[in-house]
Protein backbone atom coordinates (compact mmCIF):
# COMPACT_ATOMS: atom_id res chain seq x y z
CA UNK A 1 0.00 0.00 0.00
CA UNK A 2 1.23 3.43 -0.58
CA UNK A 3 2.25 5.67 1.98
CA UNK A 4 -0.22 8.10 3.68
CA UNK A 5 0.17 11.68 1.62
CA UNK A 6 -0.10 14.13 4.01
CA UNK A 7 0.47 17.89 3.72
CA UNK A 8 1.12 20.39 6.74
CA UNK A 9 -0.66 23.86 5.66
CA UNK A 10 0.93 26.19 8.09
CA UNK A 11 0.09 29.79 9.05
CA UNK A 12 -1.08 32.25 11.84
CA UNK A 13 -4.32 31.81 11.13
CA UNK A 14 -5.23 34.93 13.11
CA UNK A 15 -7.95 34.31 12.59
CA UNK A 16 -8.81 31.61 10.00
CA UNK A 17 -10.47 33.17 7.04
CA UNK A 18 -13.01 31.97 3.89
CA UNK A 19 -9.46 32.25 1.76
CA UNK A 20 -7.87 29.53 4.28
CA UNK A 21 -11.24 27.30 4.37
CA UNK A 22 -11.29 27.64 0.55
CA UNK A 23 -7.83 26.91 0.23
CA UNK A 24 -8.14 23.55 2.50
CA UNK A 25 -11.22 22.66 0.80
CA UNK A 26 -9.47 22.40 -2.50
CA UNK A 27 -6.53 20.98 -1.93
CA UNK A 28 -8.62 17.70 0.12
CA UNK A 29 -8.36 15.68 -3.11
CA UNK A 30 -4.37 15.94 -2.98
CA UNK A 31 -3.61 14.68 -0.22
CA UNK A 32 -4.29 11.70 2.55
CA UNK A 33 -4.46 13.84 5.36
CA UNK A 34 -3.64 17.97 5.75
CA UNK A 35 -2.58 19.00 8.98
CA UNK A 36 -3.44 22.86 9.69
CA UNK A 37 -0.40 23.37 11.24
CA UNK A 38 -0.69 26.78 13.70
CA UNK A 39 1.98 28.43 14.13
CA UNK A 40 3.99 29.79 17.08
CA UNK A 41 6.13 32.38 15.52
CA UNK A 42 8.23 34.32 18.72
CA UNK A 43 8.81 37.05 16.47
CA UNK A 44 5.21 37.51 15.63
CA UNK A 45 2.09 38.10 18.17
CA UNK A 46 -0.90 37.59 17.44
CA UNK A 47 -4.30 39.13 18.11
CA UNK A 48 -6.47 36.00 19.28
CA UNK A 49 -4.34 33.29 21.44
CA UNK A 50 -2.97 30.13 19.80
CA UNK A 51 -6.24 28.38 21.88
CA UNK A 52 -8.23 30.62 20.25
CA UNK A 53 -6.92 30.61 16.40
CA UNK A 54 -6.61 26.51 17.09
CA UNK A 55 -10.11 26.48 18.12
CA UNK A 56 -11.85 28.34 15.15
CA UNK A 57 -10.00 25.97 12.75
CA UNK A 58 -11.38 22.98 14.52
CA UNK A 59 -14.84 23.77 14.29
CA UNK A 60 -14.89 24.55 10.76
CA UNK A 61 -13.67 21.33 10.23
CA UNK A 62 -15.14 19.48 13.15
CA UNK A 63 -16.91 17.84 9.67
CA UNK A 64 -13.75 16.59 8.14
CA UNK A 65 -12.13 13.42 9.21
CA UNK A 66 -8.99 14.21 6.64
CA UNK A 67 -7.95 17.58 8.24
CA UNK A 68 -6.35 17.75 11.82
CA UNK A 69 -5.31 20.93 13.56
CA UNK A 70 -2.47 21.27 15.54
CA UNK A 71 -0.43 24.23 17.09
CA UNK A 72 3.57 24.02 16.46
CA UNK A 73 6.66 25.85 18.06
CA UNK A 74 9.50 25.96 16.09
CA UNK A 75 10.60 25.17 12.25
CA UNK A 76 7.83 24.10 9.58
CA UNK A 77 10.23 21.51 8.02
CA UNK A 78 10.84 20.08 12.07
CA UNK A 79 6.76 19.60 12.58
CA UNK A 80 6.59 17.85 8.55
CA UNK A 81 9.48 15.54 9.82
CA UNK A 82 7.61 14.86 13.86
CA UNK A 83 4.45 13.98 11.64
CA UNK A 84 5.27 12.31 8.45
CA UNK A 85 4.62 15.19 6.18
CA UNK A 86 5.90 15.24 2.99
CA UNK A 87 4.22 18.53 1.61
CA UNK A 88 3.98 22.11 2.62
CA UNK A 89 1.47 23.60 1.39
CA UNK A 90 0.76 27.59 0.79
CA UNK A 91 -1.70 29.75 -1.26
CA UNK A 92 -0.62 32.06 -3.68
CA UNK A 93 -2.77 35.36 -3.33
CA UNK A 94 -0.27 38.10 -5.21
CA UNK A 95 3.41 38.47 -6.86
CA UNK A 96 4.09 39.68 -3.45
CA UNK A 97 3.10 36.59 -1.65
CA UNK A 98 4.74 34.82 -4.74
CA UNK A 99 8.63 36.21 -3.83
CA UNK A 100 8.06 35.79 -0.34
CA UNK A 101 7.23 32.00 -0.71
CA UNK A 102 9.79 31.39 -3.12
CA UNK A 103 12.11 32.38 -0.79
CA UNK A 104 10.61 30.27 2.02
CA UNK A 105 10.45 27.19 -0.19
CA UNK A 106 14.13 27.85 -1.26
CA UNK A 107 15.33 27.72 2.35
CA UNK A 108 12.87 24.62 3.35
CA UNK A 109 14.10 22.71 0.40
CA UNK A 110 17.63 22.97 1.57
CA UNK A 111 16.56 22.01 4.93
CA UNK A 112 14.33 19.55 4.22
CA UNK A 113 15.17 17.88 0.52
CA UNK A 114 11.96 15.11 0.58
CA UNK A 115 9.72 18.02 2.00
CA UNK A 116 8.28 19.42 -1.00
CA UNK A 117 6.02 22.34 -1.53
CA UNK A 118 2.87 22.76 -2.74
CA UNK A 119 1.30 25.92 -3.93
CA UNK A 120 -2.41 26.58 -5.00
CA UNK A 121 -3.51 29.87 -6.69
CA UNK A 122 -6.09 31.75 -4.45
CA UNK A 123 -9.66 32.00 -6.11
CA UNK A 124 -10.15 35.18 -7.04
CA UNK A 125 -13.35 35.78 -5.32
CA UNK A 126 -11.62 35.41 -1.85
CA UNK A 127 -8.16 36.77 -3.46
CA UNK A 128 -8.24 40.29 -1.43
CA UNK A 129 -9.18 38.53 2.02
CA UNK A 130 -6.60 38.59 4.42
CA UNK A 131 -6.32 38.06 8.71
CA UNK A 132 -5.20 41.57 8.74
CA UNK A 133 -8.20 42.97 6.86
CA UNK A 134 -10.46 41.29 9.36
CA UNK A 135 -8.70 42.31 12.43
CA UNK A 136 -8.88 45.93 11.34
CA UNK A 137 -12.24 45.30 10.61
CA UNK A 138 -13.43 43.76 13.83
CA UNK A 139 -10.83 45.86 16.14
CA UNK A 140 -13.38 49.02 14.48
CA UNK A 141 -16.52 46.65 15.00
CA UNK A 142 -17.50 46.43 11.04
CA UNK A 143 -18.83 43.52 9.51
CA UNK A 144 -16.84 40.37 8.33
CA UNK A 145 -19.40 38.74 7.04
CA UNK A 146 -18.39 36.87 3.50
CA UNK A 147 -15.03 37.02 4.81
CA UNK A 148 -15.03 34.98 8.26
CA UNK A 149 -16.52 31.84 7.50
CA UNK A 150 -20.32 31.49 8.79
CA UNK A 151 -19.49 28.82 11.29
CA UNK A 152 -17.14 30.74 13.42
CA UNK A 153 -18.37 34.21 13.26
CA UNK A 154 -20.34 34.70 16.33
CA UNK A 155 -17.40 33.07 18.50
CA UNK A 156 -15.09 35.78 16.46
CA UNK A 157 -17.25 38.59 16.78
CA UNK A 158 -17.55 37.83 20.53
CA UNK A 159 -13.82 37.32 21.16
CA UNK A 160 -12.86 40.32 19.17
CA UNK A 161 -15.34 42.18 21.24
CA UNK A 162 -13.69 41.40 24.58
CA UNK A 163 -10.09 42.45 23.19
CA UNK A 164 -11.69 45.75 21.73
P1 LIG B 1 1.41 33.45 7.57
O1 LIG B 1 1.41 34.11 8.89
O2 LIG B 1 2.31 32.26 7.48
O3 LIG B 1 1.49 34.35 6.38
P2 LIG B 1 -1.42 33.21 7.13
O4 LIG B 1 -2.32 32.70 8.19
O5 LIG B 1 -1.51 34.65 6.83
O6 LIG B 1 0.00 32.76 7.54
O7 LIG B 1 -1.62 32.38 5.80
C1 LIG B 1 -1.36 31.01 5.71
C2 LIG B 1 -1.38 30.58 4.27
O8 LIG B 1 -2.66 30.82 3.73
C3 LIG B 1 -0.40 31.34 3.36
O9 LIG B 1 0.13 30.43 2.42
C4 LIG B 1 -1.27 32.33 2.65
O10 LIG B 1 -0.76 32.67 1.37
C5 LIG B 1 -2.54 31.54 2.52
N1 LIG B 1 -3.70 32.43 2.39
C6 LIG B 1 -4.05 33.43 3.21
N2 LIG B 1 -5.16 34.05 2.77
C7 LIG B 1 -5.51 33.42 1.63
C8 LIG B 1 -6.55 33.62 0.66
N3 LIG B 1 -7.43 34.60 0.79
N4 LIG B 1 -6.61 32.79 -0.39
C9 LIG B 1 -5.69 31.81 -0.54
N5 LIG B 1 -4.67 31.58 0.32
C10 LIG B 1 -4.58 32.38 1.38
Redesign the pocket.
Known amino acids: MDKERIAV??????PV?V??E??IRRALPLFDRIIVGV?NNGE?RTWFTEAERVSFLRTLFADEPKVEVASYAGLTVDFCRERGAKYIL????TTV?FEY?KTIAVVNKRLAADVESVFLC??AE??F???AVVRDLLKHNRSVDGIVPAAIADTVRRLAAEKR
Not at 9 to 14: A, I, N, Q, Y
Not at 90 to 93: D, E, I, K, M, Y
Open positions: FPGSFDTGHLLGKRGLRDEADVAVQS
